[in-house]
């Protein structure tokens, strides 16, 4: 009978194992591509910069002398890096999951530029007239045709980050969306919880089905500080090309998410093993 117990174990263990590590997986996608995420990548891996540049490099508003380095400087605020950042996860979000996205559209990037000249003041970085300010936003208005196509033209590239992150972690077909779906992160959390549930049942009496669900939802875990720390390091040696960089630092930031919700379960399932162990004994005293 013991050693049935522990085949069905084992058993119901692995099967654990890939529904853990599936939804594990669906999470730290979904994760990844938050604009929280996208936002603070973008802020540690400088791509907008590189991207503003690359824009502005054959515009005329970069040739006006310093108020082009003002212009410069009002595209890398924190109020466009957050306006890129939620056009970037829009844009990524729509390959990997299908959801409906709009191109940088004119009204919404002068909009934009406008809140960040208000930043930039505010904070005491430039102190410019009005009669400068409607200068600025009259070179950024005559420019916001090309300016918007070429921003547009050049975020596609980053959007699946030349592909990698599409193939690294979806293909735009309904098959991947539907794995990737929160319908289906939820069905692997309840198939999960009800392996966890049986693993427990099985050992209800020694209680050993809390450390089973434990060894098994740390051995995921574990994998997935392994995946944070190799995107970490492939940061580390991307060679300087931003949108590796880019990818790399997502796919780290999304399953060091991941590693943190496993290692909070992997310490409730030990926490609950000791607190009922620990009645179990005064029980018998």
């Not at 009204?107 to 430039?126: K, N, V, W, Y």
């Not at 319908?183 to 049942?201: G, H, K, R, Y």
Request: proline content about 0%.
């Amino acid at each position: 009978m013991k050693a049935l117990k522990v085949i069905a174990a084992i058993v119901v263990s692995l099967l654990l194992l890939g529904s853990e590590g599936m939804a594990m997986g669906i999470f730290s996608v979904d994760r990844a591509l938050s604009e929280e995420t996208i936002n603070k990548t973008i802020a540690e891996t400088g791509i907008i910069d590189d991207l503003i540049d690359e824009a502005l490099s054959d515009s005329t508003v970069s040739m006006a002398g310093s108020y082009g380095e003002l212009v410069k400087s009002a595209m890398k605020t924190e109020a466009m890096n957050s306006f890129f950042a939620a056009y970037l996860t829009s844009a990524i979000r729509s390959e990997v999951y299908g959801e409906q996205y709009e191109e940088i559209a004119d009204d919404d990037l002068m909009q934009a530029f406008s809140s960040a000249l208000d930043e930039m003041e505010s904070s005491g970085a430039i102190k410019i007239s009005g009669m400068e300010e409607s200068i600025i936003k009259g070179m950024i208005k005559k420019e916001l045709p090309n300016l918007t196509e070429d921003l547009n033209s050049l975020a596609l590239q980053y959007d699946t980050t030349n592909g990698q992150l599409a193939h690294s972690t979806a293909a735009q077909d309904d098959t991947v969306q539907t794995l990737l779906s929160r319908s289906t992160q939820w069905i692997m959390i309840l198939i999960s919880a009800a392996l966890c549930a049986a693993l427990i049942a099985l050992f209800w009496r020694s209680k050993a089905g809390f450390l089973w669900s434990a060894v098994v939802t740390g051995l995921v875990t574990a994998a997935y500080v392994l995946l944070t720390v190799m995107g970490a390091s492939g940061t580390l040696v991307a060679g300087g090309d931003a949108a590796d960089a880019f990818v790399l630092t997502l796919l780290s930031h999304g399953f060091k998410a991941a590693a943190i919700a496993g290692g909070i379960m992997t310490c409730i399932f030990v926490a609950a093993y000791i607190v009922w162990k620990a009645r179990d004994r005064r029980r018998r005293i």
